[in-house]
Each structure stands twice: as C-alpha cells, then as structure tokens.
C-alpha cells in the first residue's frame, strides 16, 4: 500500500533550521510529482513547495520563498524540506503528498495522497 511518513518536527527557536523527511513507500516514487502542505490550528491548509519527478525547477509559496528548500531523491524514494530562518508563523503540521500527472501543480486537490503530518513549532 501507499505510505509516506514525514519526520524531523520539532520546538525550535525562532532562526533556527530543520529538515523535515518524508519517507515514501508502495508506489513507483519516481512517477509522481511531490509536495509539501503545512496546517496551523484554527487555519486552512496551504501549500508549501512541490517538486516535479526529476527533481527540477521546484515552487514554493511566497511565504516560505527564499528560506525553504524541496528536494528529492528517486534513489531511496525520499523528499526533502530543508527550513531555514524559521518564524513563529511557521508553526504548523507538516504533511508530504504525491500528485499523478507530468504537470507540476500547487493545488492540493491535485494530491492523491497525504502523510500524517509532523509537528513543527517555532517560539519566539
């Protein structure tokens, strides 16, 4: 079966960096487009960043431009989201999702998919 499992969450200061893991399984990674999602409590949630299937020209959302890093590797079915210069309103649950089709998109209802999440939560 189809699993992704995100890890690398944590409390952190404000500045800090984390690199949050998501581990996927059961489907032919390589295939699918890849992304990153986040949920803050009481809030909708939004798009991060994705990635196309060969690793190429990523997008990310204004908020996290210039801070936030996705990268994959087809090799051992891994995403990746490096965070950089975190801020208290990047608190949130993180989850990985995969989208079927060549096109890269941004849109969550394009995703297929969803891991459960990892808690990350930046104090000021």
């Known amino acids: 079966q189809v699993q992704l499992v995100e890890s690398g969450g944590g409390l952190v200061q404000a500045g800090d960096s984390l690199r949050l893991i998501c581990a996927a399984s059961?489907?032919?990674?390589?295939?699918?487009?890849m992304g990153w999602f986040r949920q803050a409590p009481g809030k909708e949630r939004e798009f991060v960043a994705a990635?196309?299937?060969?690793?190429?020209?990523?997008a990310y959302a204004d908020s996290v431009k210039g801070r936030f890093i996705i990268s994959r590797d087809n090799a051992v079915n891994m995403v990746y989201l490096q965070m950089n210069s975190l801020k208290p309103e990047d608190t949130a649950i993180y989850c990985c999702?995969?989208?079927?089709?060549?096109?890269?998109?941004?849109?969550?209802?394009?995703?297929?998919?969803w891991g459960q999440g990892t808690q990350v939560t930046v104090s000021s």
């Open positions: 990635i196309p299937l060969s690793g190429a020209k990523a």
């Open positions: 999702a995969r989208a079927p089709g060549v096109v890269l998109t941004t849109r969550q209802r394009d995703y297929d998919y």
């Open positions: 059961g489907y032919i990674f390589s295939a699918y487009n």
